[in-house]
């Protein structure tokens, strides 16, 4: 079983910055990817971003450039560092992990970004 516990949301203006945690019950270099995604009000669940097993990095183009993901150096926890946010990042951020062909997921935290 992979237990994976999202922290970091909350309330922040138009323009600040968030870094959320996602801390993993084994090193995520264990899993194949990792990856932030997040469900908006009334929208579908939408990849933000992925970090594969080998250290490459994929995002969003609606985040590129705003958003990075990265791993600490203890190798169980995954971050999103988000800056210049924007009313349309609120969302509640997921957190996942893919092992063989199983996604595991994290209980979400809410972002919200005030106009």
């Known amino acids: 079983q992979v237990l994976l516990v999202e922290s970091g949301g909350g309330v922040v203006q138009a323009g600040g910055s968030l870094r959320l945690s996602c801390i993993a019950s084994?090193?995520?270099?264990?899993?194949?990817?990792m990856a932030w995604y997040r469900q908006g009000p009334g929208k579908q669940r939408e990849l933000v971003a992925r970090?594969?097993?080998?250290?490459?990095?994929n995002y969003a183009d609606s985040v590129k450039g705003r958003f990075t993901i990265s791993r600490n150096n203890a190798e169980t926890t995954v971050y999103l560092q988000m800056n210049s946010l924007k009313p349309e990042d609120t969302a509640v951020y997921y957190c996942?992990?893919?092992?063989?062909?199983?996604?595991?997921w994290g209980q979400g935290t809410q972002v919200t970004v005030s106009s």
């Open positions: 970090v594969t097993s080998d250290g490459s990095t």
């Open positions: 084994r090193s995520t270099f264990t899993f194949n990817s």
């Open positions: 996942s992990a893919r092992l063989l062909f199983k996604d595991f």
